[in-house]
């Protein structure tokens, strides 16, 4: 991501409300560390920036806005105080302490996600988030800025996994990965699946790194939709991750999003990628429910993507939320086709009719090119000499009668 973070990152979305539970108010926010020099704010920004345009998010509006949903960040936290966040921050909790708020954020990259997550749309600009009306619980997974190659504690990604779930999140954004397999993080991911909360995941950002590329969790586990990152153009951003664990893809390079304490930023990174997954995961959700039976969230946005150039580092292809949210799938899995006929040695009265008459129209076809190009040669010829032949006639030979000889001298 953009703020010199080189490390890769991971946004798992939840997304488990008890039936009929109202989200909690938003809390204080809790003071930025005084130990630690955080992010300025940004600039405001009035264009429409490109992944807006790309994913349309105007579309999905008619059908849902993401309310009554909370989505869970897991990231440096998010900042309360936001004035496009503003009211829809909940307290949090902080994984890494194991307890307090996490609705702070020095490092400024949760509310870069939650930014293109879930930020309102103001006046003066047009950036808005996918789900404005989500309501936003942060849980921090890192205390402090990650140096290049650093990665999260697979335990406090799997804390805080289970504490989203447990505090009824509707959708969970984890925007920090781990490269080390963890059975805790492992039987974290599997109940939230099992409970029906589907989980997204970043792939990373070491796809520029030569040599062996390691395997990023929890986007390898099974079931688990792994989000690599595109360019505007729609090509693979050149540090994303490539591998089996890739399922779909979004933008991830110069995307706009919102700064800490105010402002907006241009950052990269699959993390924000993951977030623009995590956030249609959430307008399906609140669309459609679990969907459970129709194999989950994360198999209908994989089935509804836009299909990419292919291979490895794109997966189904780019997320649509449009029609993550309004297509309908077939619950049943595809029958196989009918096997071909063998092919027959034997020429068809068809074929045979249709190569007769290519031979006789062939032949026609000749004759009239040869007639037109004795007229082409003879008529202009003609033209010229009259009708008159190119050559004069023989001339006529008459047998002229024998005269006398001379006379016969009688004498000398």
């Not at 781990?178 to 909360?197: E, F, R």
């Not at 050559?391 to 000398?412: I, N, R, S, Y």
Request: aromatic share 4%; proline share 9%.
């Amino acid at each position: 991501m953009a703020l010199a973070r080189t490390t890769a990152v991971v946004c798992v979305a939840a997304a488990m409300c008890a039936v009929g539970a109202a989200p909690a108010a938003a809390a204080p926010r809790a003071p930025a560390p005084t130990n630690q020099r955080c992010v300025e704010p940004g600039p405001t920004i009035a264009e429409v920036p490109w992944a807006q345009r790309m994913l349309g998010p105007e579309r999905v509006r008619p059908f849902t806005r993401g309310g009554g949903q909370i989505i869970a960040v897991l990231d440096s936290g998010v900042d309360a105080g936001h004035p496009e966040l503003g009211g829809r921050v909940l307290a949090g909790f902080d994984a890494v302490a194991g307890s307090g708020p996490a609705n702070d954020d020095c490092l400024g990259t949760g509310t870069q996600v939650a930014g293109v997550i879930g930020a309102k749309q103001e006046q003066s600009v047009g950036f808005v988030g996918l789900a404005p009306d989500v309501t936003i619980l942060p849980i921090r997974v890192i205390a402090e800025r990650p140096g290049s190659g650093n990665a999260a504690d697979p335990q406090v990604l799997a804390r805080g996994i289970d504490e989203a779930v447990r505090r009824g999140a509707s959708v969970v954004a984890v925007t920090t990965i781990t490269y080390q397999d963890s059975p805790l993080l492992q039987g974290a991911v599997a109940n939230a699946i099992s409970k029906g909360v589907p989980v997204v995941a970043a792939v990373g950002d070491l796809g520029d790194q030569r040599g062996v590329i390691p395997t990023p969790y929890p986007a390898a586990y099974d079931d688990v939709v792994g989000v690599g990152a595109i360019r505007e153009s729609g090509v693979l951003w050149g540090k994303s991750q490539q591998g089996e664990y890739v399922d779909v893809v979004a933008p991830g390079e110069k995307v706009l999003t919102l700064s800490r304490a105010g402002g907006m930023t241009v950052a990269d990174g699959t993390a924000l990628a993951t977030g623009f997954a995590a956030a249609t995961a959430v307008l399906v959700r609140s669309r459609r429910g679990m969907m459970q039976a129709q194999g989950g969230i994360g198999r209908q946005i994989e089935r509804t993507a836009v299909p990419a150039p292919g291979g490895a580092g794109y997966g189904s292809g780019v997320v649509d939320p449009y029609a993550a949210v309004t297509a309908r799938l077939a619950a049943t899995s595809p029958e196989p086709l009918p096997g071909l006929p063998p092919l027959s040695t034997e020429e068809s009265p068809a074929w045979a009719r249709a190569r007769d008459l290519a031979m006789i129209g062939t032949g026609v076809a000749v004759a009239a090119v040869l007639v037109v190009l004795a007229f082409a040669v003879v008529m202009p010829r003609g033209r010229r000499r009259f009708w008159r032949p190119a050559m004069a006639p023989k001339p006529h030979q008459e047998t002229e009668p024998d005269e006398p000889g001379p006379p016969v001298q009688l004498f000398p």
